[in-house]
């Protein structure tokens, strides 16, 4: 019988660690466990050798996957490495998950929708990717969810944080050099990363967590467009700065992307009782915090 945060105290592995999920999670799992943040230079998720190497020599109870292939738009030109790190390589973390009797998570994205609900996506809705990263990461899902073992496949949404390279970060210095134009008709919620990792930490330590695995959503609650996102950004930062919103048409894309791709999250409250906050106030949580 599975006791409270027992798995994980057997030891956390991370790969992808490096990336803006990787970092937060590795301070965030510290206190459940011994953490290993593995980077690309210590473990290349795209190689079934390595991966199971690495997955015999550490022994986790938990093997945390925030690695991924997130350039959107490259992956439209880049099918093969979009494929091998979002589809084949969470396949590979799966299989050595299995042999080391390891619990895996693994993270997805609101990109496996095209966005034509209209209405909060559901895990049971059908998923319809309109470009290669949103399908390559639905495989991923696909190949984690076939395999017997504990796994927890968390579909996310808007990641951000603090630093790195995302749209906060870039906001704040567009904001810097004069008046923005964002694309106001692209519909989701931002979720931070640090909220992401608390949930995963949530999940690791509830008592049902052993009978719980499956797909779930796990997104902040509520909805904005990325010109919402950015006017909220500037406000909170107070740059005195004009947030234009413009069409998707206006600012032409490699990848198409989803008009309207909220997740609903509620699966995760029913079976966990895990809530994840309003958007806004996990803006404003990360802005909040000083290094
Ligand atoms: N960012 C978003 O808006 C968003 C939205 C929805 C879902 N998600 C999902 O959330 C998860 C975390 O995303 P993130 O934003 O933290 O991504 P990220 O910042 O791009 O980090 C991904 C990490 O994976 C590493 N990586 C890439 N290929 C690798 C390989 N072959 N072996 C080992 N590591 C490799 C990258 O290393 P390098 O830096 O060396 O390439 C990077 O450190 C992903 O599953 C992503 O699909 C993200």
């Not at 799992?29 to 473990?43: E, N, T, Y």
């Not at 579909?155 to 749209?167: C, K």
């Amino acid at each position: 019988m599975e006791t409270l945060g027992a798995q994980a105290r057997r030891g956390i592995v991370i790969f992808g660690a490096h990336g803006q999920l990787g970092r937060v999670l590795t301070r965030v799992l510290a206190p459940l466990g011994p953490v290993q943040a593995l980077g690309r230079a210590d473990c290349d998720v795209g190689d079934e050798e390595v991966v199971h190497a690495t997955v015999r020599r550490l022994m986790p109870g938990v093997i945390v996957n925030a690695s991924a292939y997130t350039a959107v738009d490259r992956a439209e030109s880049e099918h093969a490495a979009a494929y091998r790190i979002n589809a084949q390589a969470p396949g590979f973390l799966a299989d050595a998950a299995a042999a080391a009797d390891a619990w895996l998570v693994h993270y997805s994205t609101d990109y496996v929708f095209d966005g034509g609900k209209g209405a909060p996506y559901e895990e049971r809705d059908p998923t319809a990717p309109l470009g290669v990263y949103g399908d390559s990461k639905r495989r991923g899902e696909e190949a984690v969810l076939a395999r017997p073992i504990v796994a927890f496949v968390l579909r996310t949404a808007w990641l951000y944080d603090r630093e790195g390279r995302n749209f906060l970060t870039t906001i704040r210095r567009l904001a810097a050099a004069g008046p923005l134009r964002i694309v106001a008709d692209q519909y989701g919620t931002p979720t931070s990363a640090m909220v992401l990792a608390e949930a995963t930490s949530a999940i690791l330590r509830h008592p049902e967590a052993v009978r719980a695995g499956g797909l779930y959503h796990a997104a902040c609650t509520g909805v904005t467009s990325w010109h919402g996102f950015a006017c909220a950004i500037v406000e909170a930062v107070g740059a005195k700065v004009e947030v234009a919103p413009i069409t998707t048409a206006e600012y032409p894309t490699a990848a198409r992307r989803p008009a309207y791709s909220v997740l609903d999250s509620r699966l995760l409250q029913e079976r966990l009782g895990i809530v994840l906050p309003p958007w806004s106030r996990a803006l404003a949580d990360v802005l909040r915090v000083r290094p």
